[in-house]
């Protein structure tokens, strides 16, 4: 089996089977985290103690994973709130800034006619490191790079304020004085470690609680 036959293989797994499956045991009005694998690996219930959050993310998605899956991701959950955070997958596939960007605010669109009761949260696309360090993999890291991803933020940024939606800012939080994702806060360039997941949790947490009794 070629290696992207396997991951069509898990992805459906993940959604058809996994998503599905789960959904028929949460609790409407939960916050959702949509993403890719910095959702994914985000260990949201040990960050967020107190608040019922449902990790609806798939690593190696992209925007248009999403849109094929927002019914198993966001619909049949009833959320309360949605986090939203894709694209740097994207850019590592070197899709044009308006395409990312269009289909982001289709996302958007879709949970808004679909869950109006959910207050929608939209986070930037979070920094990568091309630094000279011996931990960074320049293979994983990629085609992405930061100039791109902060022309996609703005655009994130603009698209928020168009559909009355939340943006967060979490991309400058990650930053060092050279504009690379700092080191402590990185595995190899893309993923972040368990520190990184700390500050990303410390931006997050007041949206998270917010309106909570």
Do not use: W
Not at 106 to 133: F, H, M, N, T, W
Not at 164 to 182: A, H, P, Q
Not at 197 to 209: G, I
């Amino acid at each position: 089996m070629r290696l992207i036959d396997a991951i069509t293989n898990l992805y459906k797994k993940q959604v058809d089977n996994a998503f599905i499956e789960l959904n028929k045991c949460a609790k409407p009005g939960g916050i959702v985290f949509v993403g890719d694998s910095i959702t994914d690996f985000f260990r949201l219930n040990e960050f967020f103690h107190g608040a019922y959050v449902i990790n609806r993310g798939i690593s190696g998605d992209t925007t248009d994973g999403v849109l094929n899956r927002l019914s198993q991701s966001v619909f049949e959950l009833s959320p309360s709130k949605v986090f939203l955070l894709i694209g740097t997958n994207d850019i590592g596939d070197n899709k044009s800034e308006d395409y990312i960007i269009g289909n982001i605010s289709e996302i958007i669109g879709r949970i808004q006619e679909q869950c109006p009761e959910a207050r929608i949260y939209l986070q930037s696309v979070y920094p990568v490191s091309k630094a000279k360090d011996r931990k960074i993999k320049r293979f994983i890291v990629g085609r992405r790079n930061n100039e791109k991803i902060c022309r996609v933020n703005e655009g994130l940024k603009r698209i928020a304020q168009e559909k009355g939606v939340v943006y967060i800012d979490v991309y400058s939080r990650l930053i060092d004085e050279t504009g690379n994702l700092k080191s402590e806060y990185t595995v190899e360039g893309l993923h972040l470690t368990v520190e990184g997941y700390r500050v990303c949790a410390d931006v997050l947490r007041p949206y998270v609680f917010e309106n909570i009794c």
